[in-house]
């Protein structure tokens, strides 16, 4: 189906481990992204019995070499030195016609050298809300892994209870973190880190490769790519849920899809995850996380960037603080299209925040405020709570020269109708996890590959629970 390269595989040995999949009783395949094994150029994709033994582990494809990567990361801000992939393996590289080259990993496939107590396997619910989630983020067009397959194994998982098994099968550009560097330079391992950050630069940075300092220029890349990418993030009420560096693709791709969530009410202290409850991963602390992460990143680059480290720490300090004023700018950017602004003013962050002020004053729905912002630039009634504001924005919208037409039409481009609520996720895990019924699954993959687009089909899952839950939790998917 697919032919295998192994770039990654070609790092240092202590990069990674080598090692198949440990087979399961009874696979079943549950979904398969046809499209996007087409775009990956996939040939004579077999039958569903076969993908499911492919895709839960059980035949390893041929020109396959599956490995489990190391890695270190920073934990909820502790660091734990050695972490890596305790129940994924990567099968191989897949270039497509165009040359872009993605990482296949199967995630829930069995122990390895990395799963220190953990049983190496994954859950069924948690495997479709990455499928879900993923996708949905693929929809919004936010950079991120990819949902390719999901199989059920025909086993038992044991967590609180017993829950029915599976493995997810992720495409990404790569599954490099922060924290990969961090294992090589809290080994004190400088020939790994620089192979590494050489094989980060030719895979995702060339450009740095040409820069006077290869390694700053890629941590500056790894920063404007993570400025983009959390800045994105808020501009639909994404809430990561575990931003810990191991978490963090330096691809610039939301990955590692677990207490994951989408925000109703805005509200910036929004915290989902179970785990965390000190909101150190809360909406509105993300960009400053990913700032810290960044410093993270930049502390394992020390060694290439300077023999003496005082001098290295002068040098990429500035780049790590250059995070908040990328960041800055790229929200804005995110939020002139949200409001429907053609042009950029002075007092353009100021109308952005007091929207968003008004809106956590009123307990208003952070996504169809925005849609029906979108809506009342055509003429429709306005959203009720917003008072005065609604004043700013039409004298603001006034200075800009786009039709009324032209400015609807971007805005509902920029603000979606259709997000992965949380109940609704819910609804279509229960389903599938408790009566084996996929149909509420499959209802709502396909709702969420259309976000912007509202029609009969559509307009009973835009809107929020009744009776929002203010206890809801989300759960690691461990
Ligand atoms: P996560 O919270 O999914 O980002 O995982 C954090 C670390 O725990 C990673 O090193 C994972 O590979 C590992 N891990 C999570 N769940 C399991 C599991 N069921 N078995 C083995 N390792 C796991
Ligand atoms: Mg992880």
């Known amino acids: 189906m697919f032919d295998f390269h192994h770039s990654y595989a070609q790092l240092p040995e202590r990069a990674h481990a080598r090692l198949d999949p440990v087979p399961v009783a009874a696979p079943r395949l549950v979904a398969f992204n046809r499209e996007l094994a087409a775009e990956m150029g996939a040939e004579g994709i077999p039958d569903d019995a076969m993908l499911a033994a492919v895709f839960s582990g059980n035949t390893v494809p041929a020109g396959a070499r599956p490995i489990a990567l190391a890695y270190a990361g920073h934990q909820f801000g502790h660091f734990v030195p050695q972490l890596g992939d305790g129940r994924a393996l990567l099968l191989g590289e897949v270039v497509d016609a165009s040359g872009r080259r993605r990482d296949v990993q199967l995630k829930g496939s069995g122990r390895t050298p990395f799963s220190r ?60 973190r922060v924290g990969t560097f961090q294992y090589f330079a809290a080994r004190e391992d400088f020939a790994g880190l620089r192979a590494l950050a050489d094989h980060v630069i030719a895979r995702h940075y060339p450009q740095a490769a040409q820069a006077q300092a290869p390694y700053e220029a890629l941590l500056e890349a790894v920063v404007e790519a993570q400025a983009a990418l959390v800045a994105r993030w808020l501009g639909v009420g994404f809430i990561h849920g575990v931003m810990n560096t191991d978490n963090m693709a330096v691809s610039g791709e939301t990955i590692d899809y677990g207490p994951c969530a989408f925000m109703d ?112 630039a055509g003429g429709a009634p306005a959203p009720a709570g917003l008072d005065g504001w609604l004043h700013e924005w039409r004298a603001r919208l006034g200075r800009d020269a786009q039709s009324p037409e032209e400015r609807v039409a971007a805005m509902r481009g920029a603000n979606p109708a259709v997000i992965p609520r949380n109940h609704r996720v819910e609804e279509a895990l229960a389903a599938a996890v408790e009566r084996e019924d996929f149909g509420p699954f499959e209802r709502l993959r396909v709702m969420l590959a259309q976000p912007f687009d509202v029609d009969a089909d559509t307009a ?3 809107a929020p629970p009744v009776q929002p839950d203010p206890r809801y939790r989300t759960f690691c998917g461990t």
Request: net charge negative; glycine share 8%.
């Open 117 to 176: 107590g953990g049983d190496g396997r994954a859950a069924l619910g948690p495997v479709l809300r990455e499928y879900l989630v993923s996708e949905a983020m693929q929809a919004l067009g936010i950079p991120t892994t990819r949902a390719l397959a999901a199989v059920t194994t025909g086993e038992p998982v044991f967590r609180d209870t017993a829950l029915p098994g599976a493995v997810f099968t992720r495409v990404a550009a790569s599954h490099v």
């Open 460 to 462: 009973a899952f835009l």
């Open 265 to 376: 009410a805005y509200d910036p202290g929004t915290v989902f995850s179970s785990i965390d409850r000190n909101g150190r991963y809360a909406y509105a602390n993300q960009p400053p996380i990913a700032q810290w992460n960044l410093a993270r990143l930049a502390e394992a680059l020390l060694p290439l960037v300077d023999e003496t480290p005082a001098a290295a720490v002068e040098r990429v300090t500035p780049v790590v603080h250059g995070f908040a004023a990328r960041f800055e700018r790229h929200w804005l950017a995110v939020m002139r299209a949200k409001l429907g602004l053609a042009s950029a003013e002075e007092s353009d962050a100021e109308l952005a925040q007091g929207l968003l002020d008004r809106m956590q004053a009123a307990g208003l729905d952070y996504t169809l405020t925005f849609r029906a912002l979108a809506e009342a």
